[in-house]
């Protein structure tokens, strides 16, 4: 790997997923030679790699160690999203290249994804809206519950869950939250060990990124530790949760109802669901009226897609500055 930076002048950015065009005209406007490629396959891209001195990439691809090995004059990689698990980070650092992100773009849009879909759980909103196109006019069977004087709880207490906790200061609920790390909790969350955590909430929100000790955390026993029937909003990261085991606790109540943005069954590229059948689990959440879910979208608002492009610009002159 390149250990001294050259002039910006002399600095070639490759393009590997099309984003906001202020990304690509403010960075040519600072002097960095910009390409793009967009469609070629990775075998390609590493082909010409060595050429590049940074590259800006959504979710196209995994940069492994082969790629990382093949880019011999790389100093940046900047994810266009607030994620790094599509990346061998280790192998990264130790060849010098500097990791960038940008969770504080979208923060906001995911804060807000997570109260809207929490809302329309608990009111019922997206299953009256179908009964009342179908004719139905059922008000009982749509009796909702109240924010108000519940315990919600969220995990992972970062960026995208101290947003969401923010977002919940308008109401009157106690707001709590986990984290494998000291002292992140603030003035709209306390936070607690994990025990106290299952033993007082209603709603819990994941926040948490893809890593080796978030992957499937929430399965049966996780859930069953909670001492009371509770609400579950995913936005964070599909392979946190065990969907068969998600099911089995909607189907014995154990888990009111979920809010799912992102699912198990994603690809890495978060473009695309399934390629083969669909599993009995996700049939089942397809059907299940006390269950929401949506694309990957929480952090995918008109306005993220500018905050995410303006941050990875500001990170990159700031590393050259």
């Known amino acids: 790997m390149a250990t001294a930076q050259q002039p910006i002048t002399e600095t070639k ?20 030679q910009n390409f793009e490629d967009f469609t070629s396959s990775k075998e390609v891209i590493e082909a010409k790699i060595h050429e590049y001195h940074g590259i800006v990439i959504r979710s196209r691809f995994k940069i492994d160690k082969t790629f990382l090995d093949k880019a011999i004059n790389l100093q940046f990689i900047a994810r266009v999203g607030a994620g790094l698990e599509s990346i061998d980070c280790d192998y990264a650092e130790s060849k010098s290249v500097q990791l960038i992100a940008a969770p504080e773009g979208n923060r906001n849009a995911v804060g807000e994804h997570a109260l809207g879909m929490l809302l329309s759980l608990f009111n019922n909103l997206n299953k009256a809206d179908r009964e009342v196109r179908s004719g139905h006019w059922n008000r009982e069977s749509n009796r909702g519950h109240e924010l108000d004087g519940k315990t919600v709880g969220i995990v992972g ?5 101290k947003s969401f906790a923010k977002k919940l200061r308008g109401f009157e609920v106690e707001v709590l939250c986990y984290d494998i790390l000291p002292n992140v909790g603030d003035a709209n969350a ?20 893809w ?17 009371k029937p509770f609400w579950l909003i995913n936005t964070a990261r599909g392979n946190s949760v065990v969907t068969a085991d998600l099911v089995e606790a909607l189907k014995n109540g154990k888990i009111l109802g979920a ?5 198990e069954y994603e690809k890495l590229s978060f473009e695309h669901l399934f390629e083969d059948a669909k599993p009995a689990a996700f049939e089942y959440l397809l059907k299940a009226d006390n269950v929401l879910l949506t694309p990957h979208i929480a952090g995918w608002t008109r306005e993220s897609k500018v905050g995410l492009a303006q941050v990875i610009v500001n990170k990159i002159l700031k590393f050259y500055n």
């Open 190 to 209: 306390k936070q607690v060990g994990l025990a106290e955590f299952q033993q007082k909430v209603d709603v819990m929100s994941l926040h948490t990124p």
């Open 211 to 227: 890593t080796p000790e978030t992957d499937k955390m929430i399965n049966t026993d996780f859930i069953n530790a909670f001492a």
């Open 259 to 263: 809010g799912l943005d992102v699912l």
């Open 13 to 32: 950015i490759l393009h590997l997923d099309s984003n906001h065009p202020l990304l690509w005209e403010q960075l040519s406007q600072a002097g960095f």
């Open 157 to 161: 207490y970062g960026n995208m869950g």
